[in-house]
């Protein structure tokens, strides 16, 4: 894919550079405290696997703008298409007088999301604007309330996202009351859970019992609108459930009249060597809930599902000013186009081997990687004290830090803040790819604990 960005690691000042450090000063006084950065380092260009900065540092892309970059920044198609889009129009609303893209879009999500029974699309702007219209949709659908989210979930900042979403600190934390009507089920977190039971932590079907018992007596079948969970989690830290987890609480949902959800958000689109996360174990929502990767960069999500739950709606009861914007579904269709036509998914895969072989050699070292894993380009390593399970954030952070200073973005996730993310886009080389890593690797040897 090509970029006309030097596909080179580079670091032209110390980081962050002079310029970062001005931007940074001007950006503290502008701009809302609330808003964090990962990096100090202020972005002009990047394409393939690199970022550059103000300064001139080229940094390895190990992050894609959390998982939304997959098929590489400012992608050909996408640039073309958008620049063919923003020359025509702009914006008139979808819901006052319609365009083309946004229904081929509709058809492009019906067409390639999981099952082959009749579906429906409707388009928004941001994930968690995504995930509460499908709580909408399926509230009208069943005629119920009640919502059930897992453990370690994340699905948004809005006030009913926020609820949905698990970890306090950042997300939550002085920001209540949050909308009632929404419940947590135990995950199957396979590494956790095998302190506890060797049994559990290998049994999905296991896990999936355990959370349906508790559903079932805390919430009640009867009352309950939607579960909605990521198939393979992304902030909670890349926990990928026990196989036969998503297939027995898919099962339930559909033998209790609940709409099962799949929050595809961070796993969509190729991410992790399938189109969605859900295929890996032919798990077919009722509805799915996307964004990120979606539109190579540009602010679009989308629900997408059974066409006679997403007509539960009465007409005009879902919309939206932007939601749809032609220039978003002009990236979009064009992003679609890329994955498709560069074999994307096969290129994930190519990837998932990579950063594992590379990880796994790296924790056969060091006691401190209690676990790897993840799948495609979506890998993780969740880091412990020495020869303990007790997570160990500031190992991360340390390991983090070094790694931007070393010229590598890499972020981290997790309930406890341990885990190493790593969401490169599938536009890098491998040789980035593996430098990335030979990167990370000096860096835990450095970083003592
Ligand atoms: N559902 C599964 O991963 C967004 C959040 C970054 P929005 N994840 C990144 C942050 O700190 O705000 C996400 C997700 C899943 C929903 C969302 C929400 O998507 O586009 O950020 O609203």
Sequence with gaps: MASSLEQRRHLATEIPGPRST???????????????????????????????????????????????????NSAPRVVEAV????????????????????????EA????TPGDHEKKSALFNSGAEAVENAIKIARAHTGKQAVVVFDHAYHGRTNLTMAMTAKSMPYKSGFGPFAPEVYRAPLSYPYRDALLS???????????????????????????????????????????????????????????????VA??????????????????EGVVPDLIVT???????????????????MDASHVSGLGGTYGGNPIACA????????????????????????????LHRLQADDDRIGDVRGRGAMIAVELVRSGTDEPDADLARAVAASAHRAGVIVLTCGTYG????????????????????????????????
Aim: proline letters at 3%; aromatic letters at 6%; hydrophobic letters at 45%.
């Design 109 to 112: 999500l019906n067409r390639l």
């Design 198 to 260: 060797k049994e559990g932590a290998v049994d999905g079907e296991l896990a999936a019992r355990r959370a349906i018992d508790v559903i079932e007596k805390q919430v009640g079948a009867g009352n309950l609108a939607a579960i909605v969970i990521e198939p393979i989690q992304g902030e909670g830290g890349f926990i990928v459930p026990a196989d036969g987890f998503l297939p027995a609480l898919s099962a339930w949902c559909t033998a209790n009249g609940v709409v099962f």
């Design 291 to 309: 964004a990120k990767g979606i539109a190579g960069g540009l602010p679009l999500s989308a629900v997408t599902g059974r066409a006679e739950i």
């Design 331 to 358: 990236a979009a269709l064009a992003t679609i186009e890329t994955i498709e036509a560069e074999g994307l998914l096969e290129r994930a895969q190519e990837v998932e081997r990579v950063l594992l072989d590379g």
């Design 22 to 72: 001005e931007l940074m000063a001007r950006k503290n006084s502008a701009v809302a405290s609330g808003i964090g950065v990962t990096m100090p380092v202020f972005a002009v260009e990047a394409g393939g696997g690199i970022v550059q900065d103000v300064d001139g540092n080229s940094f390895i892309d190990l992050g894609s703008g959390i998982a939304v970059t997959t098929i590489g």
């Design 83 to 106: 620049r063919q889009q923003v020359e025509a129009f702009t914006h008139t609303c979808f819901m006052i007088t319609p365009y083309e893209g946004y229904v081929a879009v509709a």
């Design 263 to 280: 929050d595809e958000v961070q796993t969509g689109f190729a991410r992790t060597g399938a189109m969605f996360a859900c295929d890996h």
């Design 418 to 449: 341990n885990v190493l993310r790593l969401l490169p886009p599938l536009a890098i080389s491998n040789e980035l790819l593996i430098e990335g890593l030979d990167i990370l690797t000096r860096t835990f040897s450095e970083v003592q604990s």
